[in-house]
């Protein structure tokens, strides 16, 4: 597949899509918390992909390089919300931001406890996102979407060890978060 | 003790939430989105001029170009703008003259009893 893209092979860059887009938007909506932007972070992925992919060396898997770039568009978009919010006050007073994750209802569960869920996840959402952007990515990576330590230190373009670092101390700056908290609200 | 312990359950509810995350997919739109860009990103590739704007190493090299030309109409216009005024004060003052508006020459407007 990869020598079929390299070629320009349309067929193939439209599997490609086919197989990675819910793959590439759910890492995208970790760090944008929205589904629109998350789209948008997305396209811009696979924009690169495609100019990029004759100079990809290969040296790692094409799904671990999509990831890179996906973790890296991501961040970027990140950083430019960040400018763009010195400015953005009367967007948020006019509630034109739209950050909350919405948890869906499982069918037995109660309101209430559906609300909880809601607001335990926007406690770790926010804590997660104080986190520095290293510890946010593996974090994310390794606990949102599931990837091993392995797999993370490849996207991430580090070894395992410093991966378990960065785990290590991501979740004991998420304890830390947490447990003011809950010292406040209890 | 046994509300640090009540704050840890919390914390450990709260760090659950991980396993619980929303699946999102993409949207129905959102491969014809994806297409359509990129077949701009192919057309403006291909234009000459689209190819100059997208050079990486040239898009420096236009920008200061850009910068230095509006530089330079600034500055011509703001030395515009003083060489007018001198010669407008320059016209005042010979008109100031020719109708004999300073003070020492109000001949006529003087009178004595």
Known sequence: MIEALKRGDTNAFNML??????????????????KEDAEDVAQEVFIEIHKSISRFREDSSLST??????????????RKKKRKKRYGIVRSILGLENDVEIIPASSNSLPDVRLEQKERALVLRNSVDALPDNQKVAITLSQYEGFSNKEVADIMDTTVSAVESLLHRAKSNLHKKLYNYYENEL | MKRKEQIEQEIQKTMS??????????????????????????????????????????????????????????????????????SRTEILKK???????????????????
């Open chain 1, 17 to 34: 899509v086919k197989e990675f887009q819910n793959k590439v938007i759910a890492t995208c909506f970790r760090f944008t918390h929205s």
């Open chain 1, 65 to 78: 390089w999509i990831y890179r770039i996906s973790v890296t568009k991501s961040l970027d978009y990140l």
């Open chain 2, 17 to 86: 939430c991980f396993k619980n995350a929303k699946k999102i997919e993409a949207g129905p739109f959102f491969s014809a989105r994806l297409q359509a860009k990129i077949n701009t990103y192919e057309t403006n590739k291909n234009r000459s001029w689209g190819k100059i704007f997208t050079m990486e190493y040239l898009q420096p090299a236009l920008l200061l170009v850009f910068l230095l030309a509006n530089i330079l109409t600034a500055t011509l216009i703001i030395g515009n703008n003083n060489a007018e005024s001198l």
């Open chain 2, 95 to 113: 008109l100031a003259e020719e109708y004999s508006f300073q003070q020492e020459e109000y001949s006529l407007l003087t009178f004595s009893e």
